[in-house]
């Protein structure tokens, strides 16, 4: 660190440059911790799924509903502890924009299978007794400001009623919570009984279920078991983990995994360019420099070093700076879409991840520069200024 104030006057000498390329790399993290944001919102269904349940759907697809007699000849599997199923809605609340999850359920059957999930007991009995009662997650109450004994009207998309109206209204008799810090309850939760009866298509069918292992017994050995006793009937099933499940639901809207990646290295690449090009001009201006400081007797490594540590500073000011806006704007964003596009976070893996891009570009950047600089012959480097 004894040469840090060279460094830091070094990297400065030209203020409008580096200002400029701190812009580019504020920039290139600040789309960082953003996209990193919406990819863990994606796949913070499958990193909270607990490894104690499997879900049972369509072989295939997910969108294919399955016969509701499925679940007695489920339940009867050894090694299956308990199951419940459930159905996806898919509708929306007043405007097509407050779109959120909405899953027709046995009320008393799910909360026992997904402890996780909090609610008074007397909340859960009045909303299993309520034909028309209904469960939200507290995000959902908060963003909606929703209480108990509320009128919910949510209209369908999907699943039209046997009038042919599309509204459902739904009385709210629960406000569950979640004991996972990684976990949401942005979505709605109510009645497969009354799903069943007023839908006007679909009936006898539910979306998939969802199984409780028994203890001791292998998850695999169990799912394999299902499926051979549904194998070559008109309904074929796949049963698979919960995380898999959960990532099913996640490639519906594409394989954002890799998009984020597709995205994130053409940003970086840029910045490299970037950063790279404006070490080589600074090293270029400062050759007769250079060329004095070995004469003084600095060794080629310190030199080296010194030109790499401008890099690296320069990467590191715009990359705190990026991530620092981008945890803000994360915040707010997780606030206002919360219940729309839950698990909004930036992850400590992301920072730690992003901080060894601020050093690795740092590197990369000033390589060739630093090598230059080294490599520099004084007699020669002197001639030229």
């Given at each position: 660190?004894?040469?840090?104030g ?13 200002s ?12 960082f911790a953003l ?13 909270v ?7 049972v ?7 294919n509903?399955?016969?509701?007699s499925y679940?007695?000849?489920i ?17 929306y609340y ?6 959120f ?19 008074p ?11 028309i ?12 400001g929703w209480?108990?004994?509320?009128r919910?009207?949510?209209?369908a998309t ?24 990684r ?5 709605m939760?109510f ?6 009866e007023?839908?006007?298509?679909g ?7 969802v199984?409780q ?30 995380a898999?499940?959960a ?9 954002i ?15 490299l ?10 090293v270029r201006?400062r ?12 060794r080629d ?10 890099s ?17 704007l ?27 891009i601020m ?5 990369l ?9 080294m ?11």
């Amino acid at each position: 660190m004894k040469y840090f104030g060279l460094i830091w006057k070094n990297t400065w000498r030209k203020k409008v440059r580096t200002s400029l390329t701190i812009l580019s790399v504020l920039v290139a993290f600040l789309l960082f911790a953003l996209l990193n944001a919406l990819g863990y919102a994606f796949r913070a269904g499958e990193d909270v799924s607990s490894a104690e349940r499997l879900v049972v759907i369509h072989k295939i697809s997910l969108i294919n509903p399955l016969p509701i007699s499925y679940e007695a000849r489920i339940a009867s599997t050894p090694g299956v502890a308990a199951v419940t199923h459930a159905s996806w809605f898919g509708g929306y609340y007043q405007e097509p924009r407050n779109q959120f999850a909405q899953f027709a359920v046995d009320m008393t059957a799910y909360f026992a299978l997904y402890p996780e999930l909090i609610i008074p007991p007397e909340q859960l009995e009045a909303a299993a007794k309520n034909r028309i009662g209904t469960v939200v997650g507290h995000e959902l109450a908060e963003k909606f400001g929703w209480k108990i004994g509320d009128r919910i009207p949510i209209q369908a998309t999907i699943w039209t009623k046997a009038d042919g109206g599309r509204t459902w209204e739904l009385d709210l008799e629960g406000i569950m919570r979640s004991n996972d810090p990684r976990g949401s309850t942005a979505f709605m939760l109510f009645n497969h009984d009354y799903f069943e009866e007023a839908r006007a298509f679909g009936k006898g069918t539910a979306g998939w279920y969802v199984l409780q292992i028994a203890p001791g017994a292998d998850p695999v050995e169990v799912a394999n078991a299902i499926d051979a006793q549904f194998a070559n009937s008109p309904n074929e099933t796949k049963t698979s983990t919960e995380a898999a499940f959960a990532a099913s639901f996640a490639k519906q809207f594409g394989n954002i995994a890799l998009i984020v990646q597709l995205i994130l290295g053409a940003v970086f690449f840029t910045l490299l360019l970037v950063a790279g090009n404006t070490m080589s001009q600074s090293v270029r201006e400062r050759i007769p420099e250079l060329a004095v400081l070995k004469t003084v007797g600095f060794r080629d490594i310190t030199v080296l070093g010194i030109v790499l540590s401008e890099s690296i500073l320069i990467i590191s000011l715009g990359g705190i700076l990026g991530l620092g806006i981008g945890w803000f704007l994360v915040q707010g964003v997780s606030q206002q879409m919360g219940a729309s596009l839950p698990g909004i976070y930036l992850s400590p893996q992301a920072m730690l991840m992003a901080t060894g891009i601020m050093i690795g570009a740092g590197i990369l950047a000033g390589l060739f520069p630093a090598l230059k600089a080294m490599r520099l012959s004084i007699v020669d480097a002197l001639a030229r200024g």
